[in-house]
C-alpha cells in the first residue's frame, strides 16, 4: 500500500503503518511453546446499561473540555463468531479521540491497549477483527475476553498543524496512550463494577516505542508489554537513519537526484545473498538466521566491464548504492559509525517501496523523493527538530558529523525518545516486558532493538534483565509482519502466563500460513541469542525437528555516535501534565 502523500504526510503515514495493527500477527496468542498459561479468571458481567458510561465525567483525566461523545452496543464477527462491546468514543482534551471496546457477556478482566504506528493520527476500531489480528487464534482474545482501547495519540491525520503544537507534540510523544488507558480503567470500574485484573500494552513501529515509553515512564500502568520493532530512537530513525537511505540512492548524491538501485535490483541482490548465507539454520529454507554472521559482499555479483547486459548483475554504482545502504553513513573525521544499524543482509526483497522504488530499472528514473524513507523524514521534521537555531532538511542532516547529535538531535531526545534502558521502576511494580523485532525489518533496524537490550543489561545486569524482559528475533520477517519467515508468533499467551502465573517464556512457536490461515509449518523461536537449529532428519517445516542452537554471533553493538541516547536520562515534559 503506497498511497499519495500531502506534505507532512500524517494520514498516509498512519495507513502505511497499519501494521502497528493489522499486522501484528507477531504478538500472537494460543499456539505457543511449551506449557505457559494465564490466570483462570471467570467472566465478569457488566453491572449496568452500556449508555450509561456515554454521563461518565473524565475531565480528571483529560482535564476540562474531556467528554464521552457516545456509548452503544455494536457487534463484531472474530473468527466467524460475534461478540458484543459496548463500545465507547470520545475525546481527552485538547483533542485525543479514542476509542474502548468492553466486551459485555465474555470480559475475563484483562485490558489491554493497542498501540498505533508512523505518526498515528487516526483511531483504529479495537472492536474490529483487523485489530485483533495481533491474536493468532488465541482465544483470549478472539472471543471478546479483553476489553480493548486505541487512541489516534491527540492529533487527527487530516490536519499538518499539531506537528508545531506545543501539546499535540507532547500527546504525540507520551501522553495520549496514558490517558486514554487511564479513561479505559476507570470506563471498566463503571461498567463492570470492579477493576481489571491484568492490564498490557501492545504496540509494533511507533506503537513499540509507545510500548516503551509506557515501561519508562508509567511503569505502574501495564502489568505486561509487547513492544514490536520498536521506534524507540524517533530522532534518530526518522532523520538520519531514512535521510541517509535517500541520499545513498541519489545518482547526485542529494535530494535532487534520482534513484540509482530499482525493485528488480534489490530482487537480485536478495536471491544473491540468500544464495550465500541463506540456510543458517541448517534447513534449506533460505532464512537467515542471524544475518550479522553473513559475510557478503554485493560488489561479488557486480557486472564485468564489458558485460552487454546488466539485467542478472549489479552495476558498479548499484554496488555502491547497496554498500551504502548496508553500512550506513561515518564521521568524516573519526570514521565512527553515525548509526548502530542499517538494513541488514536477507531483508532487501522488502526494501522495495522504502529504500528502493516498486519499479524496475528499465522503467525509466524515479525521483528520490518518491521514496518512503524520504516522505517519513520529511512528515517528522516539527517533531524531531521544533527549537533548533535552523531548519536542516535532508540534504544537511550531519551524516559524516556526529556533532549533529549534539547540534540537533539532543534538545528533543528526551521527549520523543523511549530509549531509556533503566526499567528498574517497571520491574519493581512486577512488570514484564516482551521485545521482538524481524530480521528483515525494512523500515528499523533490529541491531537498534538489540542495542537497546544490550544497554538494558549493562545498566540493570543481565541477570537482572533476565527476571522481567525477554528479546526475540526472527528470521525473514518483515516490519511488524510480512517476509519470508514464520510471521506468527505467540507472544501475548506468553506475557500473559508471565504476568498471572509467573512462568518465564521460552522457546515459542511461530507459523507460516496458507490462505486460509492454515498452518503450513513451525519453527521455534529461542530467547536472544540462541538460534533454532535443524536437528538434520525429519520434516524441516516441522517445529518439532529443531532444537535450541548457540548464538552465531557473539559481538556486542558496536561502537556509534549516538550511543549516549541509549543510556539513562530523565524523560522530558511540556504541556499539560498527565495525571
Given at each position: 500500500?503506497?498511497p499519495s502523500?500531502?506534505r507532512?504526510?500524517?494520514?498516509?503515514?498512519?495507513?502505511?503503518?497499519?501494521?502497528a495493527?493489522?499486522?501484528?500477527?507477531l504478538a500472537?496468542?494460543?499456539g505457543?511453546g511449551?506449557?505457559?498459561?494465564?490466570?483462570?479468571l471467570p467472566?465478569?458481567?457488566?453491572?449496568?446499561?452500556?449508555?450509561t458510561?456515554?454521563?461518565?465525567d473524565i475531565?480528571d483525566i483529560g482535564?476540562?473540555?474531556?467528554?464521552i461523545t457516545?456509548?452503544?452496543?455494536t457487534?463484531?464477527?472474530l473468527?466467524?463468531?460475534?461478540?458484543?462491546?459496548?463500545?465507547?468514543?470520545g475525546t481527552?482534551?485538547p483533542?485525543?479521540t479514542?476509542?474502548?471496546?468492553?466486551?459485555?457477556?465474555?470480559w475475563?478482566?484483562?485490558?489491554a491497549?493497542l498501540?498505533?504506528?508512523g505518526?498515528?493520527g487516526?483511531?483504529?476500531d479495537?472492536s474490529?477483527?483487523?485489530?485483533?489480528?495481533?491474536?493468532?487464534s488465541?482465544?483470549?482474545?478472539?472471543?471478546?475476553?479483553?476489553v480493548?482501547?486505541?487512541?489516534?495519540?491527540?492529533h487527527s491525520g487530516q490536519?499538518?498543524?499539531w506537528?508545531?503544537n506545543?501539546?499535540q507534540q507532547?500527546d504525540?510523544?507520551y501522553?495520549g496512550q496514558h490517558i486514554?488507558?487511564l479513561a479505559?480503567?476507570?470506563?471498566?470500574?463503571?461498567y463492570y463494577?470492579?477493576?481489571q485484573?491484568?492490564?498490557?500494552?501492545?504496540?509494533c513501529s511507533d506503537?513499540?516505542?509507545e510500548?516503551?515509553m509506557?515501561?519508562?515512564?508509567?511503569?505502574n500502568?501495564y502489568?505486561?508489554i509487547i513492544?514490536?520493532?520498536?521506534?524507540a530512537?524517533?530522532?534518530?530513525q526518522?532523520s538520519l537513519y531514512h535521510?541517509?537511505n535517500?541520499?545513498?540512492?541519489?545518482?547526485?548524491?542529494?535530494s535532487?537526484?534520482?534513484?540509482?538501485l530499482?525493485a528488480?535490483?534489490?530482487t537480485?541482490?536478495?536471491?544473491a545473498?540468500?544464495a550465500?548465507?541463506?540456510?543458517?539454520?541448517?534447513?534449506p529454507?533460505g532464512l537467515l538466521?542471524?544475518?550479522?554472521?553473513?559475510?557478503f559482499?554485493p560488489?561479488s555479483?557486480?557486472?564485468a566491464?564489458?558485460?552487454?547486459?546488466?539485467?542478472q548483475?549489479l552495476?558498479?554504482?548499484e554496488?555502491?548504492?547497496?554498500?551504502?545502504i548496508?553500512?550506513g553513513?561515518m564521521d568524516?573525521?573519526?570514521?565512527?559509525?553515525?548509526?548502530?544499524?542499517?538494513?541488514l543482509?536477507g531483508?532487501?526483497?522488502?526494501?522495495?517501496?522504502?529504500?528502493v522504488p516498486?519499479?524496475a530499472s528499465?522503467?525509466?528514473?524515479?525521483?528520490?523523493?518518491?521514496l518512503f524513507?524520504?516522505?517519513?523524514?520529511?512528515?517528522?521534521?516539527?517533531?524531531i527538530?521544533?527549537g533548533s537555531?535552523?531548519?536542516?532538511t535532508i540534504?544537511?542532516?550531519g551524516?559524516?558529523?556526529a556533532s549533529?547529535?549534539?547540534?540537533?538531535?539532543?534538545?528533543r531526545h528526551a521527549l520523543?525518545d523511549a530509549?531509556?534502558?533503566?526499567?528498574?521502576a517497571?520491574?519493581k511494580?512486577?512488570?514484564?516486558?516482551?521485545?521482538w523485532?524481524?530480521?528483515?525489518d525494512?523500515?528499523?533496524s533490529?541491531r537498534?532493538?538489540?542495542d537497546?537490550?544490550?544497554?538494558?543489561?549493562s545498566?540493570?545486569?543481565?541477570?537482572?534483565?533476565?527476571?522481567f524482559?525477554r528479546?526475540?528475533l526472527?528470521?525473514?520477517?518483515?516490519?511488524?509482519g510480512?517476509?519470508?519467515g514464520?510471521?506468527n508468533?505467540?507472544l501475548v499467551?506468553?506475557?500473559t502466563a508471565?504476568?498471572?502465573g509467573g512462568?518465564?517464556?521460552?522457546?515459542?512457536?511461530s507459523?507460516?500460513?496458507d490462505s486460509?490461515?492454515n498452518?503450513?509449518?513451525?519453527r521455534?523461536?529461542?530467547?536472544?541469542?540462541?538460534?533454532?537449529?535443524y536437528?538434520g532428519?525429519?520434516?524441516?517445516h516441522s517445529?518439532s525437528?529443531?532444537?535450541?542452537?548457540?548464538a552465531?554471533?557473539?559481538?556486542?553493538?558496536p561502537?556509534w555516535?549516538?550511543a549516549?541516547?541509549?543510556?539513562p536520562?530523565t524523560?522530558?515534559v511540556q504541556?499539560?501534565?498527565?495525571p
Open positions: 500500500m503506497r502523500f500531502s507532512l504526510h500524517l494520514q498516509p503515514l498512519w495507513l502505511l503503518f497499519l501494521s495493527l493489522a499486522l501484528l500477527a500472537a496468542c494460543g505457543g511449551g506449557t505457559s498459561a494465564a490466570a483462570t467472566i465478569v458481567a457488566p453491572k449496568v446499561d452500556c449508555s458510561l456515554a454521563s461518565l475531565t482535564g476540562s473540555g474531556s467528554t457516545s456509548a452503544t452496543v457487534s463484531s464477527t473468527n466467524g463468531t460475534a461478540v458484543q462491546f459496548c463500545k465507547v468514543t481527552l482534551a483533542s485525543n479514542f476509542q474502548i471496546a468492553l466486551p459485555v457477556s465474555t475475563t478482566q484483562r485490558f491497549e498501540g498505533c504506528g505518526l498515528c487516526n483511531v483504529s479495537p474490529a477483527q483487523s485489530s485483533f489480528s495481533f491474536s493468532y488465541c482465544p483470549l482474545v478472539q472471543t471478546g475476553g479483553f480493548t482501547a486505541a487512541t489516534d495519540m491527540g490536519s499538518s498543524s506537528a508545531s506545543t501539546q507532547a504525540f510523544a501522553r486514554t488507558t479505559a480503567k476507570k470506563l471498566i470500574q463503571a463494577g470492579q477493576a485484573q491484568y492490564s498490557y500494552f501492545i504496540g506503537g513499540g516505542r510500548a516503551l509506557a515501561a519508562q515512564r508509567y511503569p500502568d502489568n505486561g513492544a514490536g520493532a520498536p521506534a530512537h524517533f530522532q534518530i526518522n535521510g541517509w535517500v541520499i545513498a540512492q541519489s545518482t547526485t548524491g542529494d535532487t537526484g534520482n534513484a540509482t530499482y528488480d535490483k534489490a537480485l541482490l536478495h536471491k545473498v540468500v550465500a548465507c541463506g540456510g543458517q539454520s541448517g534447513a529454507d538466521a542471524d544475518p550479522r554472521a553473513c559475510s559482499d560488489a555479483i557486480e557486472c566491464a564489458n558485460a552487454t547486459s546488466t539485467s548483475c552495476t558498479a554504482a554496488v555502491a548504492t547497496a554498500g551504502k548496508y553500512g553513513p568524516a573525521t573519526t570514521g565512527q559509525r553515525m548509526l548502530v544499524g542499517s538494513p543482509l531483508s532487501e526483497a522488502n526494501w522495495i517501496g522504502v529504500e516498486t519499479t528499465t522503467a525509466g528514473p524515479t525521483p528520490v523523493t518518491g524513507s524520504d516522505l517519513i523524514v520529511t512528515g517528522a521534521y516539527n517533531l527538530f521544533t537555531p535552523t531548519m536542516p540534504d544537511t542532516f551524516y559524516h558529523d549533529f547529535y549534539a547540534n540537533y538531535l539532543t534538545a520523543n530509549t531509556n534502558p533503566d526499567l528498574s517497571f520491574q511494580a512486577g512488570g514484564k516486558l516482551i521485545l523485532h524481524g530480521w528483515a525494512q523500515h528499523i533490529p537498534y532493538t538489540i537497546y537490550y544490550e544497554s538494558m543489561q545498566t540493570m545486569g543481565a541477570a537482572n534483565v533476565d527476571q524482559a528479546l526475540y526472527v528470521p525473514g520477517v518483515g516490519h511488524c510480512g517476509g519470508e514464520f510471521p508468533i505467540d499467551s506468553q506475557v508471565w504476568a498471572e512462568t518465564a517464556p521460552d522457546a515459542v512457536t507459523y507460516q500460513t486460509a490461515s498452518v503450513t509449518a513451525t521455534p523461536v529461542y530467547p536472544y541469542p540462541a538460534v533454532a537449529m536437528s532428519s525429519g520434516d524441516w517445529g525437528n529443531f532444537t535450541r542452537g548457540a552465531l554471533y557473539t559481538g556486542k553493538s561502537s555516535a549516538g549516549a541516547f541509549y543510556a536520562y524523560a522530558a504541556g499539560v501534565a498527565a
